[in-house]
């Protein structure tokens, strides 16, 4: 199965699609990576999840990447008397650690690092930003703030602070036991929430140790002051729209969007975007015309992936909304102005053996009018680099390790294969040409090029540039 596109699909499952008819479906419509949000996913349901993505992986010989989405650290309200109270701008109230139900003066907030860390004059955010406080009086037991904006409080509402920088770090005991069963079962990527700082990385690459891709979610502010160092030390980067929308200005998200877009595409670093790409169609066959130009912004920008969340998760419409966004990505990378807006935004190859042989082989792809660029790759390193270019012609990835492939669903352009490993390098332009011509991305009479690490089966290794030309049986004949 051949995409017609360069921009990944990741589609969130839920109860709207959690059967492996569905599954499969969604997959047929476009999807190439499936999100398994563990804040409303239990372990039994993960891996029932994961065992049917295989299933559908095993049916269709195509690699599908899948994402188990931490949950991260959840700040909530305790609870009111009688469930909820009226305020008004203006009206002052206490947030404490005492346990018992709240009233107008005061409300329990049992998180004890959120009422050390408040200062006075920070925002707190209640119920995605619905009621705003301004924090006045602060002790280590509790914070008297002044309501800014927002009619009425009740029990069990969000929290977020914008303004304040919580000594607890993103991991909770629930994401602990999530990613170890995540660890267990096989996924491909794991997404930390709510990332601060660098050192939250920290963590989860601990645990990992390189078994699963770490993608780190920039919904704060705090990890937007840090953003390079945060890119530095995650595989991908998400910018998850909704989060940010409610700790930022909504005017400043799609800046920020298109900043973190092209500091992770000068890194080489997979970029997904997410939150409301096509909100209407939780409950409508077709998006809003807005909807629409949001998935083009973020195609036309060269993200490696565009994410629906609640749209195939829990919509009437799950099949329809990945067929719909499939459709959008494919038209706008056929609009003549998409190849000049990558081409204007591509960053300078960085001094390294990869990017040079990524930098020659994209040069001379296009040049040549070349039907691929096939990358041999057991790390990915190979593909990722490829990829960072965003060549004019298609990128074939080949590599004898599936979860290497499956990780590689999430990137830009790459058409991923499962093979087995080449015996020598010969064997390896064999291959090549030969599973180029049988996913329908040459024929005999194309040319192609090759990129590897010589010797074979050395990870991180680039450093290899060769032109084969595709015989009549399909295999090369120089």
């Not at 705090?222 to 953003?227: G, M, S, T």
């Not at 595989?235 to 729209?241: E, F, I, N």
């Not at 595409?265 to 066959?285: D, Y």
């Not at 074939?396 to 294969?417: E, F, K, Q, Y």
Request: proline share 5%.
């Amino acid at each position: 199965m051949r995409r017609n596109r360069r921009v990944k699909i990741l589609a969130t499952l839920g109860p709207a699609s959690n059967t492996k008819e569905k599954i499969a479906k969604l997959f047929e419509a476009g999807a190439d990576v499936f999100r398994i949000n563990m804040s409303h996913t239990d372990h039994d349901t993960l891996a029932k999840l994961v065992q049917i993505i295989r299933e559908v992986e095993t049916e269709h010989s195509r690699p599908i990447g899948i994402l188990a989405d931490l949950q991260g650290p959840k700040h909530r309200l305790g609870t009111f008397k009688k469930g909820k109270i009226d305020v008004e701008v203006g009206h002052k109230i206490t947030l404490d650690d005492n346990d018992a139900p709240g009233d107008e003066s005061r409300i329990c907030l049992p998180h004890p690092e959120i009422l050390r860390a408040v200062a006075p004059g920070d925002r707190i955010l209640i119920d995605d930003g619905r009621v705003q406080l301004k924090a006045l009086e602060c002790s280590p037991n509790a914070v008297t703030a002044e309501v800014t904006a927002g009619t009425k409080l009740s029990d069990r509402k969000g929290v977020s602070l914008p303004d304040t920088e919580i000594e607890q770090g993103a991991m909770t005991d629930k994401d602990r036991g999530d990613l170890e069963k995540a660890l267990q079962s096989e996924v491909d990527w794991v997404a930390l929430s709510f990332v601060q700082r660098p050192d939250d990385m920290a963590e989860v690459r601990k645990i990992a140790r390189g078994r699963v891709g770490v993608l780190a979610k920039i919904e704060k502010p705090q990890a937007i002051e840090r953003l390079d160092e945060i890119i530095d030390l995650s595989d991908a980067v998400m910018v998850a729209r909704g989060d940010l929308g409610v700790e930022m200005p909504l005017e400043a998200v799609p800046g920020i969007q298109k900043q973190i877009t092209r500091k992770c595409r000068r890194a080489g670093k997979p970029v997904v975007v997410a939150t409301q790409m096509l909100e209407s169609m939780i409950a409508a066959p077709v998006p809003t015309r807005a909807e629409v130009s949001d998935v083009a912004t973020a195609v036309y920008e060269g993200a490696d992936a565009v994410m629906l969340s609640a749209e195939s998760a829990a919509g009437n419409y799950p099949v329809e909304a990945v067929a719909t966004m499939n459709s959008i990505a494919e038209h706008v990378e056929r609009d003549p102005t998409y190849r000049d807006i990558l081409t204007a935004q591509r960053p300078s190859a960085e001094s390294t053996g990869a990017d040079a042989i990524s930098l020659a082989a994209r040069e001379i792809a296009e040049t040549l009018n070349l039907s691929a660029i096939v990358c041999y790759t057991a790390s990915g390193t190979t593909g990722l680099r490829a990829a960072r270019e965003r060549p004019a012609r298609p990128i074939v990835t080949l590599s004898p390790v599936a979860r290497t492939a499956r990780r590689l669903a999430l990137v830009w352009g790459l058409h991923c294969v499962v093979t087995e490993d080449a015996n020598d390098l010969d064997d390896m332009v064999d291959r090549a040409c030969l599973i180029a011509v049988n996913e329908d991305y040459a024929s005999p009479g194309d040319r192609l090029i090759i990129t590897a690490g010589v010797p074979l089966r050395t990870p991180g290794s680039t450093n290899m540039l060769r032109i084969a030309f595709v015989s009549s049986d399909g295999m090369s004949a120089i």
